[in-house]
C-alpha cells in the first residue's frame, strides 16, 4: 500500500502581506464572528467558512 500525503497546514502567514514595513490582510474578517474569522475568496463573492455567511463584491459603475 502506498502512503498517503501529508496536507500542508495554511499558516497565518497566508492572510497577510507587508507593505512598506506594516501587515495588510489579504482577506476580510466575517460581519457576523467577528474578528479571526476570515473569509474565503471566490472570485466574485466572499464566504465565511465558520457562520456560512456571504458576502459578493461590489463592482464598479457601469459594469454588469
Known amino acids: 500500500m502506498s502512503e498517503k500525503k501529508k496536507k ?11 507593505e512598506e514595513g506594516k501587515l495588510v490582510r489579504l482577506r476580510p474578517f466575517c460581519e457576523r464572528c467577528g474578528p479571526g474569522y476570515f473569509m474565503a475568496d471566490h472570485g466574485d463573492r466572499y464566504t465565511c467558512g465558520h457562520c456560512g455567511f456571504t458576502r459578493y463584491k461590489t463592482k464598479g459603475r457601469g459594469e454588469k
Do not use: A, L, P
Open 8 to 18: 500542508k497546514e495554511k499558516g497565518v502567514y497566508s492572510y497577510y502581506r507587508i
